[in-house]
């Protein structure tokens, strides 16, 4: 079986869409993030700094206002763009994508939810399983699924999905005196809170876990420079023990639109290691620059055989994703 890593690149070709509210909606690249999180143009970014940098240096001061406003436009082009995507007479290089390799699984660096949306709708993919682990799940009043509901499709977010809620400990009241104790040693729960986006995911509605919720735009993994030190939280942890459990069980490692940084290795470092490890240690990559790529991963890895498509998603498409 083939699985899939995806980058920000594979959303490209979704398009925009002018939303009821005059608000032109779409995925955004890098120059788009420049304007709508930090309302500069990506010529202004200060010399010797990236959109990372800015976004660490945000945090750093405690100013969340630049994750909301991406969580905001994430959230916009999931609703308008994924959902129209999914449409049951919706024919597209995303519907023939999913149709041509039915049953793959997808590890994803992105926040937003495009490939649950699509896989949704088609009845291949359920909040309560398809994110690798265990997802508590709630349903809207008076509705119901079906028992034996199982995602024949998963999509782990290594970076975090702004619908996965998660806690990372447990309050519980002492049976002596009633007194609440923090149990810092828990295991992970995670639980769906599709937020906004509630009837793109109906029946299932949002689940809240009490004094353990977080915001959107706090699920995440933000976008610093290095994410060393966020990836090592027990959330973090499980995802990535899941996806590298998923490489070791597949025949290639297929990335769409992922650039493969070296500032972002810490993000992927433990995955192609893992990838070296199985008997095939295929990686093939579709971007644009996917020979740049190449050379550099070849260099780091040389126990992978990397093979480079320079394409755009769509283009691949049109090729009839020949590999």
Known sequence: MVLFLIGAGFNIDAGSYRTPYGRDCKYPLMGDVARVCFDIEPSMIPQGKSIEDLFADA???????PMKRLSDVLMDADHYLAGG??????????SDFLGRFAGSNFLTFNYDSLLEILLFQRKEWFPDDGYGVNVQTEVTFGNSLPVDRKSVSKVLHLHGSLLLNFSEFDIEDDPSDGTALLDIYAPTRFMFDPDCLTNDFSPYARFHPGLSYMKTDRR?????PNKGSLL??????????????????????VSIGYSFNDHDRASYDSLLDALGETLNRRLILISPDASEAAKRIAKSYPRLEVLAINKTFKEWSATGFDY
């Not at 945090?59 to 206002?65: F, M, S």
């Open 59 to 65: 945090e750093n001061r405690g100013d969340n206002l």
């Open 85 to 94: 995507l999914a449409g049951a007479s919706a024919l597209n290089c995303y």
């Open 220 to 224: 995440v993994t933000a976008p610093v």
């Open 232 to 253: 090592v939280r027990k959330f973090s942890q499980a995802i990535y023990e899941k996806a590298r459990n998923l490489i070791n069980n597949s025949e290639k490692l």
